[in-house]
């Protein structure tokens, strides 16, 4: 029950798995998002240019990986690069700043009936000064 589609980035035909790329694509995407990883890893508060120069990944997906929460910004000076979608607060990854996802949460809960306390915020990296710093939004584990 293959569904043949044609890759949104390469245009091959593939069978369709619910992702409108193919797995050469996603793949390559892989392989750049473990490359920029990595050297976030090794190079931590790095900036998205830094980090494009230096791994040759174009800044497009470095920010994309940061709107997947795949990688986090350090920095509050990311207003630069991310926005809330709902307010337009400055934001270090993802797409809405955490007193939008709250009231997200608080308004889904309400309909289905679950009060659960809300996980502390994250803003521990709010002290660096520096602009644009990066950090991988997961520890490295299952890599080899
Ligand atoms: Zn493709
Ligand atoms: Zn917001």
């Known amino acids: 029950m293959s569904d043949l589609r044609n890759c949104a980035k390469c245009g091959r035909l593939f069978g369709y798995t619910g992702s409108p790329f193919c797995s050469f694509c996603i793949e390559e995407e892989e392989d750049k998002y473990k490359v920029v990883r990595d050297y976030l890893y ?9 980090v494009s120069e230096a791994t040759g990944v174009p800044t497009e997906l470095i920010m994309k ?5 795949r990688l986090q910004l350090s920095s509050d000076n990311a207003n630069m690069l991310l926005e809330c979608e709902t307010c337009g607060k400055p934001i270090v990854s993802g797409r809405f700043c955490q007193n939008c996802k709250d009231n997200l949460k608080k308004a889904l809960r309400k309909e289905f009936g679950l009060d659960k306390p809300a ?18 939004a997961s520890r490295r584990k299952n890599d080899e």
């Open 119 to 136: 996980a502390p915020p994250q803003d521990d990296f709010k002290t660096r000064p520096d602009k644009e710093r990066m950090y991988t």
């Open 65 to 69: 990986f940061l709107r997947e929460e």
């Open 42 to 50: 090794d190079n931590p508060g790095s900036s998205v240019v830094d």
